[in-house]
Structure formats: structure tokens, C-alpha cells
């Protein structure tokens, strides 16, 4: 039954986004809201844009997010607070994920790389948050499982798809810091293509997400030898 309710979702998204029946753009909005633990708390919050790429004929999925937060973290009795840009990117196995496996990314896993760091507060013990994350800064991105090892995420319906995911960083002084958050994916058939850093290359997204367009000069070459293959075949009719 689940792999009915994934196929109809699929399809529907075909239909919205008029591609091959084997390769499906979806584009999602995002919301996120996350907690913080272990040796300071505080919270984030913020969204964004995704995009979801998956074509089955050439094994192909690709999973593009970029999200705005604002983040607030409090280590002994002190808030260090900051608007932070990312961009999670990675490619994943599109059978388990049309399967209802979640997103398996393959052996180089999916990354999240800081684009842009705001600091909102006055450093604290000499750090704040952009120094703890600088801009180009990067880590693996993981998806939380449960304990039977299964990925939080629901794809029987596309349209809607939950990722969680949790890091831990070792910090001096306050011990292990925990990240959790929750990515809340609502289909947009009408969104843009999730931006990728220019120095990240996945094959397929980039094609789809930057199409070459084609000159106006070749439409008139095009043009040009349709009206000289008409010539040519009244030349050969009139001899």
C-alpha cells in the first residue's frame, strides 16, 4: 500500500512538473525549528527552499537544501546569537528513497557548508557564533535514525516530507554540544531550483537547474536551413 501512495505522489508530481515519467524535479519550502542540549541550550529556527531529484532510469536522486536561521545559544549564564545562511547538498539512492527508505546517501554522504554568518551578540569568552562556524566552514549532515535504525523521514508522501537530523561538537570547556532539528519539506510546485555553491558539482541537478539557453542567433540558423531544405527539394522537383 505505501509503495501505491509513493507511486500516486510521484506521479501527480510528474503531472505538475510536465518531465519524463522517469526523472521527477520536486521542489519544496522549508521550515525548521531546533533545540540545543548537552553543554549550552538554546534554540534555531528559520526556512528555506529544497529540491528533490530523482530519476530512476540512470539511478540517479540528488537532495539540494538552503535554509536562513536564527540562532540562539546560552553557555554559563551567556547568549551568543547570530542569523546563519547553509546549503545541505548530497546524492542519494532514488529506488530506496521511492521505496520508502529516506534519503541513503551514498558513500560521501550529504554535506552542510555555512554561506553566510550574521553575528547578532557581543563575543562571549572571545568566541561567537560566526568564529565557531565561519563562513565555508563545513560538516557532514546526517539524518537521526530511530532505534531501529530507521531515518525519521516519511516519503510514502512527497508532498510532505519530515528529515530530523542531529550533530554533536565537542566544545572547549562546556563539554559536548547537541544539535537537533527538524526540517519540515512542504511540496512547491511553482519553487525554484535550490542553489548549489559554485564549486559543487552533481552531475544532473546543474543541467536542470542551469539549462544552456540557446541563442537567438541559432533559432534563425535553424530557421535558414529549414527554408534551404525547401529549396532544394523544389530545385529537385522542377528538374
Given at each position: ?238 528538374a
Amino acid at each position: 500500500m505505501k509503495k501505491l501512495l509513493i507511486a500516486a505522489s510521484v506521479a501527480a508530481a510528474v503531472a505538475s512538473t510536465g518531465v519524463n515519467a522517469a526523472q521527477v524535479v520536486l521542489h519544496y519550502d522549508v521550515s525548521l525549528a531546533g533545540t540545543i542540549s548537552g553543554g549550552s541550550s538554546g534554540s534555531q529556527s528559520g526556512g528555506g527552499t529544497a529540491t528533490i531529484v530523482v530519476d530512476d532510469e540512470t539511478n540517479y536522486g540528488a537532495f539540494v537544501m538552503n535554509t536562513a536561521l536564527a540562532t540562539s545559544s546560552t553557555s554559563f549564564g551567556s547568549t551568543l546569537t547570530a542569523n546563519t545562511e547553509n546549503v545541505v547538498w548530497g546524492q542519494f539512492d532514488p529506488l530506496a528513497f521511492l521505496d520508502g527508505q529516506g534519503l541513503v546517501f551514498d558513500a560521501d554522504g550529504a554535506t552542510s557548508r555555512v554561506t553566510a554568518c550574521t553575528d547578532t551578540s557581543p563575543p562571549v569568552f572571545g568566541n561567537t557564533v560566526c568564529s565557531n562556524a565561519p563562513v565555508g566552514s563545513e560538516l557532514p549532515f546526517t539524518i537521526k535514525t530511530d532505534g531501529a535504525g530507521n531515518q525519521i523521514m516519511d516519503a510514502s508522501n512527497i508532498g510532505l516530507v519530515t528529515l530530523t537530523s542531529t550533530l554533536t561538537i565537542n566544545a572547549p570547556f562546556v563539554g559536548n554540544v547537541m544539535t537537533d532539528v527538524d526540517y519540515t519539506l512542504t511540496m512547491n510546485p511553482a519553487g525554484s531550483f535550490a542553489a548549489l555553491p559554485d564549486d559543487v558539482n552533481l552531475g544532473l541537478y546543474n543541467d536542470l537547474a542551469n539549462p544552456v539557453p540557446v541563442p537567438g542567433a541559432a533559432w534563425l540558423f535553424g530557421s535558414a536551413l529549414v527554408g534551404l531544405g525547401g529549396i532544394a527539394r523544389r530545385r529537385r522537383k522542377a528538374a
